[in-house]
Nanobody
Framework: QVQLVESGGGLVQAGGSLRLSCAVSGSIFSINAMAWYRQAPGKQRELVARITTGGYTNYPDSVKGRFTISRDNAKNTMYLRMNSLKPEDTAVYYC????????WGQGTQVTVSS
């Protein structure tokens, strides 16, 4: 059974940085595009970063230039480096395949104070 385990969230002041990690068990990691998603209270879950197996990345305008997604295929681990954080980045962050096809993990809470 595939499991997705997110970690690295926390409370940070605006302008600060965090690095999230996503550990993936099972055999899906090396054959799927992966992505980070987030869900803020009262809002729909949204994609914030995507990376293909070959390392091609893309981001929505809201995080472009501030967030960097990366993956280590040998370790079945994906990362999200978040710089210049803003209060509107506050959300629970999740990882999944892209399109999202696995059961969602518990996510990791990111809170950015102003």
């Amino acid at each position: 059974q595939v499991q997705l385990v997110e970690s690295g969230g926390g409370l940070v002041q605006a302008g600060g940085s965090l690095r999230l990690s996503c550990a993936v068990s099972g055999s899906i990691f090396s054959i799927n595009a992966m992505a980070w998603y987030r869900q803020a209270p009262g809002k729909q879950r949204e994609l914030v970063a995507r990376i293909t197996t070959g390392g091609y990345t893309n981001y929505p305008d809201s995080v472009k230039g501030r967030f960097t997604i990366s993956r280590d295929n040998a370790k079945n681990t994906m990362y999200l480096r978040m710089n210049s954080l803003k209060p509107e980045d506050t959300a629970v962050y999740y990882c999944n395949t892209n399109p999202a096809g696995m059961s969602w993990g518990q996510g990791t809470q990111v809170t950015v104070s102003s």
